[in-house]
C-alpha cells in the first residue's frame, strides 16, 4: 500500500457536506489514517467567490497515481461537482497532493501537487498530519515553507471522529 496524501476543499453550498459526502467515498479507496482540522480560508487564484473550507486526507492505497487521479474525479463528480471555469467555485476539489515521495509531471498529473508550497490552506493540514514531511520536489520541509507563506486561513471544524 502506498502512503498518499489529498486535499479536499469546497466553497459552494453546504460546504461541509460536500466534504464528509467525498471522505465517505475515500475510505473506499484504501485506509485512510488521518484526517486534518477543516480550515476556512479565502479563495486562492480567483479571489472574487465565497470562501473554502479546506483540509488534507491521509490514506494507504494500493491504486497507482493515474488510477487515483481517475478515482478523485470519479468522486467529484459523484459528489456533485459542476464543471466551471479554472480555480472557481466548487462544489468538492480533490487533488493530489503527496504520493510517497514520487515526483509526476505530466500533462494530465503533477505531483507534488503543482501550487501546494505556495497554499497555507495545503502546508496547515499537511503538516498537522505529519509535521516531519518533506517537498519531495524542492527538498525543504513543509515547516520552512510555510514560514514563507502568508496564513489567512482560520480552523472551521474538527473531523476527529469520521475516522
Same mark, same amino acid.
Given at each position: 500500500? &502506498?502512503? +498518499?496524501?489529498?486535499?479536499? =476543499?469546497?466553497? +459552494?453550498?453546504?460546504?461541509?457536506? $460536500?466534504? *464528509?459526502?467525498?471522505?465517505? !467515498? #475515500?475510505?473506499?479507496?484504501?485506509?485512510? /489514517?488521518?484526517?486534518?482540522?477543516? @480550515?476556512?480560508?479565502?479563495?486562492?487564484?480567483?479571489?472574487?467567490? =465565497?470562501?473554502?473550507?479546506?483540509?488534507? *486526507?491521509?490514506? @494507504?492505497?494500493?491504486?497507482?497515481?493515474?488510477?487515483?487521479?481517475?478515482?478523485?474525479?470519479?468522486?467529484? &463528480?459523484?459528489?456533485?461537482?459542476?464543471? /466551471?471555469?479554472?480555480? =472557481?467555485?466548487?462544489?468538492?476539489?480533490?487533488?493530489?497532493?503527496? @504520493?510517497?515521495?514520487?515526483?509526476?509531471?505530466?500533462?494530465? #498529473?503533477?505531483?507534488?501537487? %503543482? !501550487?501546494?508550497?505556495?497554499?497555507?490552506?495545503? *502546508? +496547515?493540514? #499537511?503538516?498537522? *498530519?505529519?509535521? =516531519?514531511?518533506?517537498?519531495?520536489? #524542492?527538498?525543504?520541509?513543509?515547516?520552512?515553507?510555510?514560514?514563507?507563506?502568508?496564513?489567512?486561513? &482560520? %480552523?472551521?471544524?474538527?473531523? $476527529?471522529?469520521?475516522?
Amino acid at each position: 500500500m &502506498k502512503r +498518499v496524501f489529498l486535499s479536499l =476543499g469546497s466553497n +459552494v453550498g453546504d460546504r461541509l457536506d $460536500y466534504i *464528509l459526502e467525498a471522505i465517505g !467515498y #475515500l475510505k473506499g479507496l484504501g485506509e485512510v /489514517r488521518g484526517i486534518s482540522t477543516l @480550515y476556512e480560508s479565502p479563495a486562492w487564484g480567483v479571489e472574487e467567490q =465565497g470562501d473554502f473550507l479546506n483540509g488534507a *486526507l491521509e490514506i @494507504y492505497t494500493n491504486l497507482r497515481p493515474r488510477e487515483l487521479l481517475s478515482e478523485l474525479k470519479r468522486i467529484e &463528480k459523484a459528489v456533485g461537482r459542476k464543471e /466551471r471555469f479554472r480555480w =472557481g467555485p466548487r462544489e468538492i476539489d480533490l487533488d493530489i497532493l503527496l @504520493y510517497e515521495d514520487l515526483v509526476i509531471e505530466s500533462d494530465s #498529473l503533477s505531483v507534488p501537487h %503543482p !501550487y501546494m508550497h505556495l497554499r497555507d490552506f495545503v *502546508l +496547515v493540514p #499537511l503538516i498537522e *498530519l505529519d509535521g =516531519g514531511l518533506i517537498h519531495p520536489k #524542492l527538498g525543504l520541509s513543509l515547516g520552512r515553507l510555510l514560514a514563507w507563506t502568508e496564513i489567512r486561513l &482560520k %480552523p472551521f471544524a474538527s473531523l $476527529y471522529r469520521v475516522l
